[in-house]
């Protein structure tokens, strides 16, 4: 079978190695791109070197920023009593675009997975401890996805943060709101179940 186009072929494969993004979507995204101004191209060429070149890890809590400092650590009218764990900068930013929590955050880097290779020692505590030690928090949330490796990580670090006297909550699991029962696993209506709270 005859390629097409060597460029576009490239342009696919290249595509298609980002997260969530199969072959036929890197076409779509491809074809799309060819209906596009020179200009409009190069503007997402130039944003996407433009964020490799300049997104930093903020000094305080290792999320992303465009300066030493992010903008959240930076801020005077933040909750600094509550501090939220997160595994990654993503889900930061998730968390952050419901606008509820105003507190600070801290982005440990991963999760233990002892069949992967992964400990304690290969996330970002040390600077958490740092962190805890350096300031005064009332409340700590761990807001870790509910799986094997995200429950091991929430264990250790409750372990782990208990002689800085703290109060240590974890984000509530359970039904989805507008999900109904029927459709929902056991495993997630046992979990809705156990962190019931009062009406």
Known sequence: MT?????LNRVIRELSRL????????????FHL????????QDLVQSIIDLKENILTCAVCSGISDSQICSICSDPVRDRSILCLVEGARDLLTIE???EFKGLYHVISGLISPLDGIGPADLNLKSLMERLGR??????IIALNPTIEGEATTLYLAGLMEPFNINVTRIAH???????MEYVDSATIAKSIEGRVRV
Do not use: C, M, N, Y
């Open 3 to 7: 390629e097409p186009s060597v460029f």
């Open 19 to 30: 997260p969530g993004v199969g072959k036929k979507s890197a076409a779509r995204i491809a």
């Open 135 to 140: 300031e005064k928090f009332d409340e700590v």
């Open 34 to 41: 060819l209906r596009q101004s020179g200009s409009q191209v």
């Open 174 to 180: 359970g039904l989805p709101v507008g999900s109904d």
């Open 97 to 99: 675009a419901t606008g």
